[in-house]
């Protein structure tokens, strides 16, 4: 799931790329094209994150929560 939704948040942003290239961003289509292929991005890329938080991977980033015992600490 979290390869996907990586895969699938980088998706809108090369659309975004696309827009960019093409010279459409100063329309009022690519403007909210844009702006709908970004709130896709971020939906997935927030999805990703959430993913990575439930795998444990940011546990370091997490304040009053304890590194489990099995697992070696950062500091050491």
């Known amino acids: ?38 709130a896709l991005a971020g939906i997935f890329y927030l999805n990703a994150v959430w993913e990575l938080r439930k795998r444990e991977i940011f546990a370091f980033a997490q304040k009053g929560k304890p590194v489990p015992a099995g697992r070696p600490s950062k500091a050491d």
Do not use: K
């Open 1 to 38: 799931m979290l390869l996907i939704s990586i895969v699938l948040g980088t998706i809108p942003l090369a659309g975004i790329a696309w827009i960019l290239l093409r010279g459409a961003l100063t329309t009022v289509d690519g403007l909210f094209m844009s702006l709908i292929l970004l």
